[in-house]
């Protein structure tokens, strides 16, 4: 695994903190919610896919 994912992450995790206080400053906090939720979404399904890599990974490795 590269640090490539890690900082993949992280840029969305900055991007959504930006976002969602741009929105609460509007006072759009129903939707600053719904961006902070699709963010924490879209990382969650990242770390999913990892996951899977690192069980395939286990899985080769030990001829399962």
Known sequence: MTTDVLWQ???IGILVV???????Q????ELA???TVGG????LFMV????????DAVR?????
């Open 26 to 29: 509007a006072g759009r906090e």
């Open 48 to 55: 999913v896919r990892l996951v899977g890599q690192l069980f």
């Open 40 to 43: 924490v979404s879209i990382v």
């Open 18 to 24: 930006a976002v969602h206080a741009i929105l609460r």
């Open 9 to 11: 992450m992280a840029g």
């Open 60 to 64: 080769a490795m030990f001829q399962l």
């Open 33 to 35: 919610w719904l961006v």
